[in-house]
C-alpha cells in the first residue's frame, strides 16, 4: 500500500498525523530565534596580541615571528598572514573550509598558551576574534557627557557595561571613544643620576607595588574565607609616596625623582554626538541568542542605568537592529500571506471549486508550518533568508498540490467516487510531481556549497 493510498484509507491517523505537525510545528516557531541573519561562521581567525611601547621592529621579532612558529603547525591551515606595528601585532589564519571553526579555535587557544612563556614579560595576553554573523552588534548607545569626561570609562564600565552584560543572551559590550584614566610618571633625568637610578628601576618598582596579592584562606568554623592583600593604588599620593632607594639609610620616595599626574591616556579616536564629546557602547549577542529579545531588555534597562550615571551623562539609542529585524521579517510575512491569498483566488477562478480552493489553501500553511520543525532541529533561526526560501517554497509546494488535485478533480468528473479518484489520480502524477520537486531542489542545493 502506498503512501498516499493509507492516508485516503486511514483518514483518522492521517488527520492525527496533521495534527502532531502543526502542533510540533507551532511550538517550534515559538521557540525559533528570530534573526536577521543566518548565524554563519567564516573560516578565518585573527589573533591579536599587545605589546606597549615596543617598536614595529620590536613585535616582529619578539612577538609575530614566535607566534607565527607555532601558529603554522595548527591542523587545516590554508593561509597564514601577519602584520606588524607600533604596539601591536595581528595574525590572520584562514582554515581549508568544511571543519569546525570552533575546533580550530581551541587549537589555535592550545599553540598560544605554549608559546606564552616565550613572549617578552609585558607582551599582554593574545585576544582570539573568531569571525560570524554573531559580532554584528544588535544595539549601538550614545553616550554626551561635560563634566565627567575625565572619568567616563570607569563610570560606564561600573555603571552600564556590567548591568547590561547580565542580561542572558549578551554576549560582548564594549566602551568605544571613552578616555580611559592614566597616571603618568614624569622622571627628572638630573635627579635620577644623583641617586644613581634608572627609568627601568623605576618602572619595575611601580609595578610591584602596584598589585593585590593573594593572602591565603582563613578558616571560621565551617567557612572558608578568601584573603587578599591590596597594593593598588587608589590616588597620585599613594604613588608618590612608595620607596624607590635608599641613600645614605634615608629613603627615596617617588616625589623626590618625578613628577605623578592623573589624567587620561592619548585617545586614538574620539566619539562626539550632537557635537559634544562622548563615547559609544557596543552590544553584541552570545551565538544563537534572541536578537529581538535581547534588544527590548538592553532597551528596558536604560531607563534605570540612566538613573545610576551622573547628572551630565546621557544615553541614547543610535542603532537598534530589532527594529530592522522586525520590519523585514513583517515586510516577508506580508508577502506570504498576499501570496496565499492570490493564490487561492487563481486556484478558484480556474478549478472553479470551493472545496478544491480550500485544499490548496491548507497545503500551504501546513507546508510552512512544517518547515519550522526542520529549522528547530537544525537549530537555524528566523530570518530574512529562512523566511525567502519559505516564499520560494510556497510556489513549488502549490505547483505540486494543483497537479494532484486537478487529475483528481478529473477522475471526480468521469464518475469515479472521490477516494478512489484520490488514489488513482495521486498515483497518476506521483512521479511527475517528485520529479519536478526533486529538479527545483537540484537548482537551489549548489548554493549550499558556496563559500
Not at 96 to 117: A, F, P
Not at 202 to 219: M, R
Request: hydrophobic letters at 45%; proline letters at 4%; aromatic letters at 6%.
Amino acid at each position: 500500500m502506498s503512501l498516499y493510498e493509507g492516508a485516503v484509507k486511514k483518514p483518522i491517523m492521517t488527520s492525527l498525523c496533521f495534527l502532531a505537525v502543526v502542533i510540533f510545528g507551532l511550538f517550534s516557531l515559538s521557540k525559533l530565534p528570530v534573526d536577521l541573519y543566518p548565524d554563519i561562521d567564516t573560516n578565518t581567525i585573527m589573533v591579536m596580541t599587545t605589546y606597549q611601547g615596543a617598536s614595529a621592529s620590536d613585535i616582529e621579532n619578539n612577538v609575530t615571528r614566535p607566534l607565527e612558529n607555532v601558529l603554522n603547525s595548527v591542523s587545516n591551515l590554508k593561509h597564514i598572514t601577519s602584520k606588524s606595528s607600533e604596539n601591536i601585532s595581528v595574525i590572520t589564519l584562514e582554515f581549508e573550509y568544511g571543519y569546525d571553526i570552533d575546533v580550530l579555535t581551541n587549537d589555535v587557544r592550545d599553540k598560544l598558551d605554549m608559546v606564552n612563556s616565550a613572549l617578552p614579560e609585558n607582551v599582554e595576553t593574545p585576544i582570539i576574534f573568531k569571525f560570524s554573523t554573531d559580532m554584528i552588534p544588535i544595539v549601538l548607545l550614545s553616550v554626551q557627557a561635560e563634566e565627567s569626561q575625565s572619568a567616563l570609562y570607569k563610570i560606564l564600565d561600573d555603571n552600564v557595561v556590567n548591568p547590561l552584560a547580565r542580561i542572558p543572551g549578551v554576549g560582548t559590550v564594549s566602551i568605544s571613544g571613552a578616555p580611559k584614566r592614566e597616571i603618568q610618571v614624569y622622571c627628572d633625568p638630573n635627579k635620577l643620576e644623583a641617586y644613581n637610578l634608572s627609568i627601568e628601576t623605576i618602572s619595575s618598582i611601580i609595578g610591584a607595588e602596584n598589585k593585590n596579592i593573594p593572602g591565603g584562606n582563613f578558616d571560621i568554623g565551617n567557612e572558608t574565607y578568601a584573603l587578599r592583600v591590596e597594593g593598588e593604588f587608589n590616588d597620585t599620593k599613594q604613588l608618590e609616596n612608595i620607596v624607590v632607594g635608599t641613600r645614605n639609610e634615608a629613603n627615596i620616595f617617588l616625589r623626590d625623582v618625578a613628577k605623578v599626574v592623573d589624567t587620561v591616556e592619548e585617545r586614538a579616536q574620539e566619539t562626539y554626538n550632537n557635537g559634544q564629546k562622548g563615547a559609544m557602547i557596543i552590544v553584541q549577542k552570545q551565538s544563537g541568542a534572541n536578537s529581538v529579545n535581547i534588544s527590548k531588555e538592553v532597551l528596558k534597562a536604560l531607563p534605570k542605568l540612566q538613573k545610576s550615571l551622573p547628572s551630565d551623562v546621557k544615553l541614547g539609542i543610535i542603532v537598534n537592529t530589532s527594529d530592522n529585524i522586525l520590519n523585514t521579517i513583517d515586510s516577508l510575512t506580508e508577502t506570504v500571506a498576499y501570496a496565499l491569498l492570490f493564490v487561492v483566488v487563481v486556484v478558484f477562478l480556474f478549478l472553479g471549486r470551493w472545496r478544491a480552493t480550500l485544499i490548496i489553501s491548507i497545503t500551504i500553511p501546513l507546508s510552512l508550518i512544517a518547515s519550522f520543525i526542520y529549522l528547530a532541529i537544525t537549530n537555524n533561526t528566523i530570518n530574512i533568508i529562512s523566511l525567502s526560501s519559505l516564499s520560494i517554497a510556497i510556489g513549488m509546494v502549490v505547483d505540486d498540490a494543483i497537479v494532484v488535485l486537478e487529475n483528481v478533480t478529473t477522475h471526480i468528473e468521469r464518475g469515479s467516487a472521490p477516494k478512489q479518484a484520490a488514489v488513482h489520480g495521486t498515483n497518476e502524477v506521483a512521479i511527475s510531481v517528485i520529479a519536478s520537486t526533486l529538479t527545483m531542489i537540484a537548482v537551489f542545493f549548489p548554493l549550499t556549497m558556496i563559500t
